[in-house]
């Protein structure tokens, strides 16, 4: 394996800002499942429910890729000058 220019400052990129902030919500949510189960019963049978996991899987996978994407000026690379 061998780790990107910006493998240091990593914590600075947003795709990895959002990573950490999914995974202590499925800490949260692990350690209390009832709240998981309380928003869900919110959620009426049907259709709609299986609309909006559909559109929960599509958001928690598009917002960090995107952010990966994007220019983040915050982290510098090699080709952007000396460290």
């Given at each position: 394996?061998?780790?990107?220019?910006?493998?240091?400052?990593?914590?600075?990129?947003?795709?990895?800002?959002?990573?950490?902030?999914?995974?202590?919500?499925?800490?949260?949510?692990?350690?209390?499942?009832?709240?998981?189960?309380?928003?869900?019963?919110?959620?009426?049978?049907?259709?709609?429910?299986?609309?909006?996991?559909?559109?929960?899987?599509?958001?928690?996978?598009a917002l960090p890729t995107i952010a990966r994407?994007?220019?983040?000026?915050?982290?510098?690379g090699k080709s952007d000058g000396p460290?």
């Amino acid at each position: 394996m061998k780790l990107i220019d910006e493998a240091r400052q990593a914590w600075r990129m947003a795709s990895v800002q959002l990573a950490a902030a999914a995974a202590i919500l499925a800490g949260v949510l692990t350690a209390n499942p009832h709240l998981a189960l309380g928003l869900i019963a919110f959620i009426p049978p049907g259709p709609l429910r299986y609309l909006l996991a559909a559109g929960v899987g599509l958001v928690v996978f598009a917002l960090p890729t995107i952010a990966r994407l994007w220019h983040q000026p915050k982290v510098k690379g090699k080709s952007d000058g000396p460290r």
